[in-house]
């Protein structure tokens, strides 16, 4: 196996002194995508937050490695700037900051045609002088948020639930972007209803409950499992105990 692109190791998390993250240990490959599921508070967000480096998200014990170098104490922008980026899953709305001036600053590119064209196969050409996020629909926002982490293009990509609250419409242009932006990349994708996964190839899902790692295996064959027995039937999966 060659090195890992990303490496968490034994990571323990707690937020305001509360453990949200157990003993987590989790490698992405280059060019592999992974898929993280988990019922409503697991702490996916949480594990997400942490790679980024949020201080709020203390580390108890644990190390992070990308690109094979120990990056558990670098500030979120450090990390940014070694090729991590994120969508989130609840994107703040910044007022007065217009959502063009914000791709010129974060993305790889400053000119404005090339953004438009971006933004174009987002639906969001006619957002772009709007303020970022503010006023947005739900898929609005969602649009928004994947078209800013396909404007820098990161190497590691971290996708907080991108089909949440999204309408069909939305999803399908969300996973067809989200997939050719993934090609050559690397990626963990947060899905807690698994639609996004009828657009995207990913290699390989998690499933995070009660803030563990409790089983591994094949998205689709894991998704199909869940559907029918729910997140407790994990806990009971012969293949993973
Ligand atoms: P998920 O994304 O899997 O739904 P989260 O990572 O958002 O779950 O949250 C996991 C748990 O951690 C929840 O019980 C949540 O209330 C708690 N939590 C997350 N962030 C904070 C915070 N800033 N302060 C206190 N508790 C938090
Ligand atoms: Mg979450």
């Known amino acids: 196996m060659p090195e890992p692109l ?31 599921f988990g ?35 670098l500030s979120v922008d450090e990390r940014v700037r070694k090729g991590i980026g994120i969508a989130f899953q609840h994107a703040p709305g910044l007022r007065g900051v217009k959502l063009i001036d914000l791709l010129k600053l974060s993305g790889n590119s400053e000119k404005e045609q090339e953004i438009k064209t971006l933004a174009k196969k987002f639906k969001m050409e006619a957002f772009l002088n709007r303020d970022v996020n ?44 989200i997939n050719e932006m993934l090609k ?14 009828n657009f995207i190839k990913a290699h390989r899902a998690v499933v995070l409950y009660e803030g563990k790692i409790v089983c591994e295996g094949d998205p689709y064959q894991i998704l199909k499992d869940i559907k029918v027995k729910g997140y407790k039937g994990c806990l009971e999966c012969p293949k993973c105990r």
Not at 21 to 36: A, G, H, S, T
Not at 42 to 69: E, M, R
């Open 134 to 177: 503010f006023g947005f629909s739900g898929g609005e926002i969602k649009r928004s948020e994947v078209l800013q982490l396909a404007a820098s293009s990161p190497e590691f990509m971290l996708l907080d639930e991108p089909d949440s609250g999204v309408d069909i419409e939305n999803v399908e242009l969300l996973g067809t972007e």
């Open 184 to 197: 050559g990349k690397s990626g963990l994708i947060i899905t807690h209803v698994g639609y996004i996964l």
């Open 6 to 36: 990303l490496e968490i190791a034994d990571l323990t998390v707690s937020v305001d002194g509360k453990t949200i993250l157990q003993n987590i240990n989790l490698k992405v490959q280059k060019n592999e995508v992974v898929c993280l």
């Open 39 to 73: 019922p409503n508070g697991a702490g996916k967000s949480t594990l997400l937050f942490a790679v980024l480096g949020y201080p709020k998200y203390h580390l108890d014990s644990g190390k992070i490695f990308f690109k094979s170098q120990e990056i558990t104490h």
